[in-house]
């Protein structure tokens, strides 16, 4: 199988070591910031079995489809956050290119770990073959299936990036208020770290030296999720919230 991977960023690049892992070998780059191109009229190009997109997108659209354009009968596999109906979009203007939308769920600092151990596996194609297609890709992997419509695909992705700030904004502020009214946050938390109907992640004030969600993928997703009308009021204030804290207090890096 002849693999091209555009953009050569965390993504990208975890996704190369994860599918060389796989034992899948023949590959090639292209991500022109990076010097690595790939002609769309190229031989590598008319070979391609299978298309990454990888680019990070700040506004979940779809930026570059230039060699999408010439994966016609062909699988591509969309792995950049995107905006609700931003795939079905792109499937509407290339009706011959086999379209599925693939989210990553990965942290930064364990990223190719999470990759080939993932908790679940999502795909979103408006023709579920595209979806089985694309999964013959990581048929190595554990990790649960869902085989849903773009918009549900999409939608998982903004919301398991958008979720974890919610709790880090509402953590944060009540940490501020223990302190200035002298009470153990430690110890207000502790119950909620053993409570079975409240997972203890996200309540720990301060990360990397500094305090808030940082990183490429937490505040980009809240601003994708802000478009929508979901939400809008509590996420505006966890936004607030949250760019405040990152301003106070930047974390190391």
């Known amino acids: 199988m002849n693999i091209i991977i555009q953009g050569y960023g965390m993504v990208g690049s975890t996704l190369h070591k994860g599918l060389k892992t ?3 070998i023949h590959f090639a780059i292209h991500d022109p910031y990076k010097g690595l191109v790939v002609s769309p009229n190229s031989d590598r190009m008319n070979k391609a079995d299978v298309l990454f997109y990888c680019v990070n997108e700040k506004d979940g659209r779809i930026t570059d489809g230039t060699l999408l354009e010439k994966m016609v009968g062909k699988l591509v596999i969309i792995k950049t956050t995107l905006n609700v109906g931003e795939t079905e979009l792109i499937q509407s203007i290339l009706p011959g290119v086999k379209i599925v939308f693939m989210p990553e769920f990965l942290r ?8 080939l151990h993932p ?7 408006v023709e579920q073959e595209y979806s089985e297609a694309a999964n013959e890709i990581f048929i190595g992997l554990s990790g649960v299936r869902y085989y849903v419509e773009p ?6 992705k903004l919301v398991s990036n958008t979720y974890p700030l919610i709790k880090l904004a509402f953590f944060n502020q009540l940490y501020d208020f223990c302190v200035k009214k002298g009470i153990s946050y430690d ?5 909620q770290l053993k409570n079975k109907f409240n ?3 996200y309540m720990e004030i301060f990360n990397k030296g500094g305090r808030g969600g940082g990183g490429k993928c937490l505040p980009k997703d809240l601003d994708i999720l802000l478009q929508s009308d979901i939400g809008r009021e509590i996420l505006s ?3 607030t919230v949250n760019d ?4 106070k207090y930047p974390k190391k890096r």
Request: aromatic share 2%.
């Open 22 to 24: 796989l034992g899948h």
């Open 187 to 191: 110890r207000v938390i502790a119950p």
């Open 237 to 239: 204030g966890v936004k």
């Open 199 to 201: 997972s203890g992640a």
């Open 119 to 125: 908790d679940h596996i999502v795909y979103g194609a």
């Open 108 to 115: 930064e600092d364990t990223a190719l770990d999470d990759m």
């Open 151 to 156: 918009k549900e695909a999409e939608l998982i």
């Open 244 to 247: 405040d804290l990152l301003a």
